[in-house]
């Protein structure tokens, strides 16, 4: 018997049985940001008692090095009277309290900022007003990129891209077919493919990927966001994106669900699971030069962090710190910067987009 106990497989299996078979990448929209059920609209997933961890999180260096970026960055743009700092996904607004409090040290900048802060969850909505209080910067929520005005912005986004859907296709003797999900004969929520191929699919793939083997599977995104991000740092702007993924695009599929920081089944208790895949940032890059914005990078974050200073910025932490909290330090330098499995400095890249006319950025330096 299938486990029919949550609201959300109820209804996407109602939705299967309306309209049939549904892309990945519904599926995934589905899971993650349904108006009741989804993932992102329910929990704090974020934290050591929560399902992932982040590099905020880790560490009040990565938002410090972050805040200083930022601050640098809008020196480099002519110190406008105003900016809007505007954060993709914040989470519990570790990162951005931890940014503010650096970037103090940069005459003029905190008095420029206006925050603009980009989330559906209410709970992590509530958990940032929180975290943010007292900090004296008026702050603005939106749903969506697209509804903060116009104007000198800078974005920020760690771990953000990877939560937006996927779609996945997969190569046939007749051409690339998408994977959907659908039930199958035993009556489970299990992966198929689409009947007809997707048309001219394969002449849209980068020209290494044309020959690709069959049963092989690519991965895309939308690029509504990209594109978002770029326009937005084209005219006065620069957005820093920091997250899992390649600089390389390529084959194979990265869908990965996560719960209580163990891999879960992406299908099982879904909006009950985090599912995330790589970046990449190969295709973020084209999309956000192809809106007229400059690409910087991407670099590997252990590169980025260093170059911002972390090695330094951990010495002064721990000169004035007990022998345990020195350890901790070291440790969330490891996993920060580190490239051996299980850290996050390898596997996780920077990329910068910016107006044209800003020259080199800070992190992407050759
Ligand atoms: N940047 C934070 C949180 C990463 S988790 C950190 O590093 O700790 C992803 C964040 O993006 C969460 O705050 C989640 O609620 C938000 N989010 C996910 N999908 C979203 C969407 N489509 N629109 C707006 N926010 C979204």
Redesign the pocket.
């Known amino acids: 018997m299938a486990d029919e106990s949550s609201p959300l497989e109820q209804e996407i299996r109602r939705l299967i049985a309306v309209a049939g078979p549904m892309p990945v990448a519904e599926y995934m929209r589905l899971c ?2 349904h108006p009741q059920y989804g993932y ?1 609209l329910r929990r704090d997933a ?1 934290g050591a008692a929560g399902d992932f961890i ?4 880790i560490s009040q260096m990565f938002g410090e090095l972050v805040g200083l970026w930022a601050a640098a960055v809008w020196q480099q743009m002519g110190a406008p009277e105003n900016i809007r700092l505007i ?6 607004g ?2 951005m309290r931890d940014a503010l409090r650096a970037a103090k040290i940069v005459k003029g900048f905190q008095p420029a900022v206006v925050l603009h802060l ?4 209410p709970k ?1 909505k509530e958990a940032q007003r929180q975290m943010l209080d007292g900090l004296e910067v008026p702050v603005m929520w939106h ?2 990129l697209a509804d903060v005005p116009a104007g000198p912005s800078i974005i920020l ?4 891209i990877d ?2 859907p996927i779609h996945q296709a997969v190569k046939r003797a007749n051409g690339w077919h998408e994977r959907v999900i659908e039930i199958s004969p035993q009556g489970d929520l299990a992966i198929g493919v689409a009947t007809d191929p997707l048309p001219h699919f394969n002449a849209t793939l980068p020209r290494e990927l044309r020959q690709a083997a069959e049963h092989s599977v690519f991965e895309w995104r939308p690029d509504t966001i990209a594109m978002e991000i770029g326009r937005r740092a084209r005219d006065e702007g620069a957005a820093l994106i920091i997250d899992y993924g390649h600089t390389a695009r390529g084959l194979g599929e990265t869908l990965q669900a996560v719960a209580g920081h163990s891999f879960a089944n992406p299908l099982r208790t879904p909006g009950g699971i985090d599912l995330t895949a790589h970046v990449d940032f190969m295709a973020l890059a084209q999309s956000a030069e192809m809106m007229g914005a400059r690409a910087h990078g991407p670099v590997t974050q252990g590169d980025f962090l260093r170059r911002l200073g972390i090695e330094k910025r951990a010495a002064t932490l721990k000169a004035n710190a007990a022998p345990a909290k020195a350890a901790e330090i070291d440790h969330a330098l490891t996993r920060l910067t580190g490239t051996s499995p299980g850290t996050m400095g390898e596997l996780f890249k920077a990329l910068a987009v910016a107006d044209p006319k800003l020259d080199t950025l800070p992190g992407f330096e050759a």
């Open positions: 993650l940001t992102y974020i982040t590099a905020p999180e954060e993709l996904g914040p989470g519990r570790t990162m980009v989330e559906l969850n992590l749903a969506a986004a760690n771990e953000f939560a937006l």
